[in-house]
Antibody
Framework: EVQLLESGGDLVQPGGSLRLSCAAS????????MSWVRQAPGEGLEWVSTITGGGTYYADSVKGRFTISRENSKNTLYLQMNSLRAEDTAIYYC????????????????WGQGTLVTVSS | DIQMTQSPSTLSASVGDRVTITCRASQSISTWLAWYQQKPGKAPKVLIY???SLQSGDPSRFSGSGSGTEFTLTISSLQPDDFATYYC?????????FGQGTKVEIK
């Protein structure tokens, strides 16, 4: 069974840093593109970042502050978040899938349950 | 960026009703569109991918159609478990963008 388990969410002050992790199991992690999507309280879904075999992609709202990475030997996806702002407060979901290869594009087909990041003084 | 516009934002319906939600893209996305269902406190769950393909395990009362810029999600006969918020998402190109959501409420 595919499982994605996020961790690392916390209360952090504006300007602070946090690293989120997503532990994957039940599939060949190294073979899949992985993504982060967030949802502010009471709001809709916002794509944050995707890591493919060819590179990394970021939303303009987090570019230069967030870094996505992965450790295939540990089946783990990361999101390093620096210079956090109040507007980064959200549930952060990791999701399997994304990007386009050849003539096909791929959707995020499995999602974790999310981890809450609160940025407040 | 590709803008995704969903309508309506809220929909009141009864069990057994046929329900249709519309999603419009600001430019052509071919059929690279997914639909999600989200219940309070839960992660989004994929219902439809590639505009009209039903995710494995999802009930056949859910169907999707469309291509280019106009898409619809239809629930053929609304069930009590279907009261939730639904989102469309384009994955044609980065940045991925989502519709603002449609909340399906009990009438």
């Amino acid at each position: 069974e595919v499982q994605l388990l996020e961790s690392g969410g916390d209360l952090v002050q504006p300007g602070g840093s946090l690293r989120l992790s997503c532990a994957a199991s039940g599939f060949t992690f190294s073979a899949h593109v992985m993504s982060w999507v967030r949802q502010a309280p009471g709001e809709g879904l916002e794509w944050v970042s995707t890591i493919t075999g060819g590179g990394t992609y970021y939303a303009d709202s987090v570019k230069g502050r967030f870094t996505i990475s992965r450790e295939n030997s540990k089946n783990t996806l990361y999101l390093q978040m620096n210079s956090l702002r109040a507007e980064d407060t959200a549930i952060y979901y990791c999701a399997r899938g994304g990007g386009c290869a050849g003539s096909n594009c791929y959707w995020p087909d499995r999602w974790g349950q999310g981890t809450l990041v609160t940025v407040s003084s | 960026d590709i803008q995704m516009t969903q309508s309506p934002s809220t929909l009141s319906a009864s069990v057994g009703d046929r329900v249709t939600i519309t999603c419009r893209a600001s430019q052509s996305i071919s059929t690279w569109l997914a639909w999600y269902q989200q219940k309070p406190g839960k992660a989004p769950k994929v219902l439809i991918y590639k505009a009209s393909s039903l995710q494995s395990g999802d009930p056949s009362r859910f169907s999707g159609s469309g291509s280019g810029t106009e898409f619809t999600l239809t629930i053929s006969s609304l069930q009590p478990d279907d009261f939730a918020t639904y989102y469309c998402q384009q994955y044609n190109s980065f940045p991925w963008t989502f519709g603002q959501g449609t909340k399906v409420e009990i009438k």
